[in-house]
């Protein structure tokens, strides 16, 4: 009946049936929304909607994640499910996409830069899976971590040293040119953010066709190549850290139209294997789930 009841959620919430999902929502919920403000929410976001259809259904942070959307992609809703079944959150926004841009692809093919199995913690082509999506600059960027037992960290998350990424070997995405690098940066302490530096330590590649890979967030004095380098898909550039605009040890990877990631134009990146990796995968050296 809960599996139904996920499946179907946008038939429930179309229908007007709030007391049943009100019902299943977790108590935090409630004491944050009353029965009649969710309800008078609900009814008004329904208005000339016609129909709800499911586009991801993933596991996030422990959490099942489904986005629905109307028939004409302008509003969604998502909705998170704990183990139990329980409602632990719902969003209703309107639902923004870029279909131009999400048409450009890249013309050369990647591999994501990494030896092993890395989790995709953002990524795909809309803000709730993506939260770079929004930005021109990064719209189809990607973050990756590590997880064992859907946790990215042992222990305690107060030491870099306790991230399973912190350290992994990050690698060229594709064969090029290394035409920038910025070393030296430190690594945050774990919850902090460094927003003046904000890609932290990172490698900028020049590939065919005018792309440019960009790897950011590497561990302080680990990058092992420089400008000029020629590279290799798969060679090693350094390692994984928590530098930059980070608040736990991860990679951030994009390809760009040019080599100013302030100024460039993120690009949908075409993956050996023909994948489309989103938020919630695993992701292998390949490029492949």
Not at 102 to 111: H, L
Not at 200 to 209: D, L, R, S, V
Not at 212 to 235: E, L, P, R
């Amino acid at each position: 009946m809960i599996n139904q009841f996920k499946e179907q959620f946008g038939r429930y919430f179309l229908n007007g049936e709030f007391e049943e999902i009100y019902g299943k929502t977790a108590k935090s919920f409630q004491n944050l929304v009353s029965f009649e403000q969710f309800r008078e929410l609900s009814l008004n976001y329904n208005s000339g909607v016609s129909s709800y259809t499911c586009i991801v259904a993933n596991t996030f942070q422990g959490l099942e994640q489904y986005i629905w959307v109307d028939e004409t992609y302008s509003k969604a809703v998502v909705i998170a499910f704990d183990e139990q079944g329980i409602i632990q959150a719902i969003y209703l926004k309107p639902f923004e996409t870029f279909p131009s841009s999400d048409q450009v692809w890249t013309k050369s093919t990647y591999s994501m830069p990494i030896n092993d199995e890395w989790y995709v913690f953002w990524g795909g082509t809309n803000e709730f899976i993506n939260y770079h999506y929004p930005y021109e600059q990064q719209r189809y960027a990607y973050d990756l971590v590590q997880m064992v037992n859907n946790e990215t960290y042992k222990n305690s998350t107060l030491q870099n040293e306790n991230y399973y990424a912190f350290g992994t070997e990050v690698v060229a995405p594709a064969d090029g040119v290394v035409v920038e690098v910025i070393d030296g940066i430190k690594d945050n302490i774990p919850g902090e953010m460094d927003e003046e530096n904000a890609a932290g330590n990172y490698c900028i590649i020049a590939h065919e066709h005018n792309e440019y890979s960009m790897i950011a967030h590497f561990k302080k004095d680990s990058i092992c190549v420089k400008t000029g380098d020629n590279v290799k898909a798969g060679q090693l550039l350094g390692l994984c850290g928590n530098s930059g605009n980070s608040s736990e040890a991860h990679i951030h990877f994009q390809v760009m139209d040019q080599q100013d990631f302030l100024k460039a134009k993120s690009l949908r990146i075409k993956f050996h294997g023909g994948e489309e990796p989103i938020q919630g995968d695993i992701v292998v050296p390949s490029g492949g789930k």
